[in-house]
């Protein structure tokens, strides 16, 4: 049974830094595009970064410069490291897989039919 688990979420001052993990069982990440979504109370769920089954990457405008994603196959996890994190990045962080050989990828939700149960990171002083 395909399933994915985040963690690495909590409490951090404006301009921290956290690491989210996301952890791949029942199937490996090798033909996987992986992407990270977050959801604030009140708002709409919205995509953050993607990283392909290749190794393309694609940012929210909101997160550029601050946010980066990588994946580690052998370990079958993929990581955000959130850097200089400000208090509008406070929401659940959910990581989702859509399965796919590709070199690119799009923050599309509705291209990704597995998800996990999200993490919470909230920024406040």
């Known amino acids: 049974q395909l399933q994915l688990e985040e963690s690495g979420g909590g409490l951090v001052q404006p301009g921290g830094s956290l690491r989210l993990s996301c952890a791949a069982s029942g199937f490996t990440l090798d033909d996987y595009t992986i992407g990270w979504f977050r959801q604030a109370p009140g708002k709409e769920r919205e995509g953050v970064s993607c990283?392909?089954?290749?190794?393309?990457?694609t940012n929210a405008d909101s997160v550029k410069g601050r946010f980066t994603i990588s994946r580690v196959n052998a370990k079958n996890t993929v990581y955000l490291q959130m850097n200089n994190l400000k208090p509008e990045d406070t929401a659940v962080y959910y990581c989702?897989?859509?399965?796919?050989?590709?070199?690119?990828?799009?923050?599309?939700?509705?291209?990704?039919?597995?998800w996990g149960q999200g993490t919470q990171v909230l920024v406040s002083s």
């Open positions: 989702a897989a859509q399965y796919g050989s590709n070199w690119s990828c799009s923050l599309m939700r509705r291209n990704f039919g597995s």
């Open positions: 990283i392909s089954s290749r190794g393309g990457r």
